[in-house]
């Protein structure tokens, strides 16, 4: 079974300042893909960037970035340039590649991490 | 272009009574999944359903719980005979067929369960 590990209950950062949430997963698949979501306070889940697993290359959104580390099995977020619009829970997901005729997005979800923006 | 549209918002319930929550897919989408939140914790897989199966059920509780996606209507999950541990946010996802590219959950606001 995958499982999903976020080491980090709280992180705290200043506004404008540069903050890494990590993650990291355990799998025996080898195509799959991995997700942050970002839940604020009002409950909602909010995708933020996503990351298929054949691809060396980092995703990026904006100010969002990912480290993408496939042999370590680590997913790290960078948020730059933090805004305090950026407080919320954030939760690393991972789920399988839906290649092989089966149809299966089930997500797999971390315990999550809040972020603090201070101003 | 509505979202995934779930209700209620809130639902509170007294223990031994029967709790429905509704969710709507996105148009166009004919999967969906349904997650719990127990409070300070992350979201956990219940079920998966397409239009009238159930694909995944692994993650739903033996006893009480249902869940189902008719043809016409929203995915409904029931919970009878509710009891205090039930108390949590249910969330609702949905995407389209696989067929096409994969494509990331889109979650509704979710239903927020209080049992008296």
């Known amino acids: 079974a995958q499982t999903v590990t976020q080491s980090q209950p709280e992180m705290s950062v200043q506004e404008a300042e540069t903050v890494t949430l990590s993650c990291t997963y355990d799998?025996?698949?080898?195509?799959?893909?991995l997700f942050w979501y970002k839940q604020p306070p009002s409950r909602q889940m909010i995708l933020v960037i996503r990351?298929?697993?054949?691809?060396?290359q980092n995703a990026t959104e904006n100010r969002f970035s990912v480290n993408f580390q496939k042999a370590a099995k680590s997913f790290s977020l960078k948020i730059s340039d933090s805004q305090l619009g950026d407080a919320a829970m954030y939760f690393c997901?991972?789920?399988?590649?839906?290649?092989?005729?089966?149809?299966?997005?089930?997500?797999?979800f971390g315990q999550g991490t809040i972020l603090t923006v201070h101003p | 272009n509505a979202g995934v549209m779930q209700n209620p918002r809130h639902l509170v319930r007294r223990r031994g009574q029967e709790a429905r929550l509704r969710c709507s897919p996105m148009k166009g989408h004919s999967h969906v999944y349904w997650y719990r939140q127990l409070p300070e914790e992350g979201l956990k897989f219940m079920v998966y359903l397409q239009k009238e199966n159930i694909i995944d059920e692994s993650g739903m509780p033996k006893e009480r719980f249902s869940a189902e996606f008719p043809k016409e209507g929203p995915s409904i999950l029931r919970i009878q005979q509710v009891v205090r541990g039930d108390s949590a946010a249910y969330f609702c996802a949905s995407s389209p067929p696989w067929q096409g590219e994969n494509q990331p959950q889109h979650f509704g606001d979710g239903t927020r369960l209080s049992i008296l």
């Open positions: 990351q298929e697993a054949y691809k060396q």
């Open positions: 799998t025996s698949e080898s195509d799959y893909y």
């Open positions: 997901a991972y789920r399988r590649d839906n290649a092989g005729g089966t149809s299966y997005g089930k997500l797999t």
